[in-house]
């Protein structure tokens, strides 16, 4: 079998339901496959799964501020990542002309997690270990893999995952040469200015002093262990990243910043 260095990119948020967004990306991995590396595909997709689980009676329970996970939650979850977006992601792909192959961190055990704070959460993983096997394999053979962030726990049945946790994990596992984080803003800021470039350091930064929060803080967090694993570059942006080496912030492990 051929060993493929791949870029990893993920992607998630509300425009995982948009049509023309899905085409546009669609087109954007085909592109971006022509012109180097393969490409391997995480998904996320919360407010998905927040609908569904409204639609079906499902009520949300909050430790900490933070939404635990119950079996029916999951049960939700598995439903939205592994069923409805990844088909949706992979049908766009194929109209495109990209060989695509959905799977779920559960499928050939590609993620194995951990219950994550003692099960404070519920149902919800820490990422503990992924087999790289069946990505390379579907790698090797010209295939996009499409993964749904639904993972193995380590005493069996499944467990709920970030998506930009299995990016990262699965990104170090298949020795990627980039990871992208996609998102609906330009670049990273720092204040007022978008950054072009920073380092691990400077992210982490960002993250303490309150000026990234929320998703962009999680992604910075990630990024950084991507760093620390052997990833040579994480950038985070748009859609253009995927194809636009200047697009977005690009995260390195040491550099200056530069707007």
Not at 116 to 127: C, N, S
Not at 210 to 238: D, H, Y
Request: contains cysteine; charged residues 20%.
């Amino acid at each position: 079998m051929i060993a493929l260095a791949p870029r990893v990119v993920k992607v998630g948020g509300s425009v995982l339901s948009d049509e023309a967004w899905l085409a546009a990306f669609a087109g954007e991995v085909r592109a971006a496959a022509s012109m180097g590396p393969p490409l391997v595909v995480v998904h996320g997709g919360g407010p998905e799964i927040n609908r569904l689980a409204e639609q079906l009676g499902v009520e949300f329970t909050w430790v900490d501020g933070r939404r635990a996970t119950s079996p029916e939650v999951l049960d939700a979850a598995q439903m939205v990542l592994s069923g409805r977006i990844n088909k949706r992601l992979v049908s766009a792909l194929l109209d495109a002309g990209v060989d695509a192959v959905g799977l779920s961190g559960v499928d050939g055990a590609l993620v194995t997690a951990r219950v994550r704070d003692g099960g404070a959460l519920g149902l919800v993983g820490r990422l503990a270990a992924v087999r790289p096997a069946p990505a390379r394999a579907l790698l090797a053979a010209g295939i996009t893999p499409v993964v749904s962030p639904i993972s193995r726990g380590e005493a069996g049945g499944m467990l709920n995952v970030n998506a930009d946790e299995v990016a990262t994990g699965v990104a170090l596992a298949l020795g990627a040469t980039e990871l992208l984080y996609l998102t609906d803003v330009p670049a990273v800021r720092d204040g007022e200015r978008e950054l072009a470039s920073i380092s691990a350091a400077q992210a982490g930064a960002l993250v303490a002093e309150g000026k990234a929060t929320g998703g962009m803080a999680v992604k910075l967090e990630a990024a950084r262990t991507a760093l620390a694993g052997g990833v040579p570059c994480v950038r985070i942006g748009p859609l253009s990243v995927l194809t636009d080496p200047e697009a977005g912030t690009a995260v390195r492990p040491e550099m200056e910043a530069r707007a």
